[in-house]
């Protein structure tokens, strides 16, 4: 099994919709992000949290709000989706001991 | 803003040649780099990774080289395979990454 898990993989949805995209993890780490790649770009960094009381936002925060519901969950919500808001986001967690970050598969979102 | 960056958006190599892809940095601070590459659909997959206090390290057919004066990182790939196509980036940081825009590798057989 996946060590960490992204729901839905693929959504495609209207502008003004409200969007949550899930985040699970076995790994039992404190620490998860929320990342956003473009096209033929790199990923930026949305939000994190270093633990459940703990959040931050992230280089790109704006339309975008995150809940750390249990150690092993964090979730993105767009509260009114706009299209450029499409691109593909990505989980991971980050172990401190080993300097490693795990990455998700990633959600495909597209906003019409 | 502080970035780590890519000079080549593109490469193209034969099988068995071997790649060399670069990567420039600004933050003089920067401790802590690493590659990872990405498949078509997937996340990004550790590669390799350097601290500021080490020049090279190497891998199994990687090798990623730091200089610090000029504040750039390349990673050497040998004996490219197919199985190398992918696109490559370049990050910096302990969890909150920043990342590069990606090169994009293309090892024709």
């Known amino acids: 099994d996946a060590d960490v898990t992204q729901t839905p993989r693929n959504r495609i949805t209207k502008t003004g919709k409200r969007i949550m995209l899930e985040c699970s993890q076995t790994?039992?780490?404190?620490?998860m992000y929320w990342y956003r790649q473009d096209p033929g770009l790199g990923l930026r960094l949305i939000y994190y949290?270093?633990?459940?009381?703990?959040?931050n936002k992230g280089e790109i925060s704006d339309g975008y709000s995150v809940s750390r519901q249990a150690q092993a969950k964090f979730s993105l919500s767009l509260e009114s989706a706009i299209p450029n808001q499409t691109a593909l986001y990505f989980c991971?967690?980050?172990?401190?001991?080993?300097?490693?970050?795990?990455f998700g598969p990633g959600t495909r979102l597209t906003v019409l | 803003g502080e970035s780590v960056g890519l000079h080549l958006p593109t490469l193209s190599v034969q099988e068995g040649d071997n790649s060399i892809i670069n990567c420039a940095y600004s933050?003089?601070?920067?401790?802590?780099f690493i590659w990872y590459k990405q498949e078509s659909g997937k996340g990004p997959q550790f590669i390799i990774d350097?601290?500021?206090?080490?020049d090279k390290r190497q891998g199994q057919r990687v090798t990623v080289l730091l200089n610090k004066t000029v504040k750039h990182l390349s990673l050497q790939i040998a004996a490219t395979q197919p199985g190398d196509s992918a696109v490559y980036f370049c990050?910096?940081?302990?969890?909150?990454?920043?990342f590069g825009q990606g090169t994009i590798l293309t090892v024709h057989p």
């Open positions: 991971a967690t980050y172990d401190p001991r080993t300097d490693t970050q795990y």
């Open positions: 790994k039992g780490h404190d620490r």
């Open positions: 949290s270093f633990d459940v009381k703990d959040i």
């Open positions: 933050n003089s601070a920067s401790d802590y």
């Open positions: 350097i601290r500021s206090n080490m």
């Open positions: 990050a910096e940081g302990y969890g909150k990454l920043t």
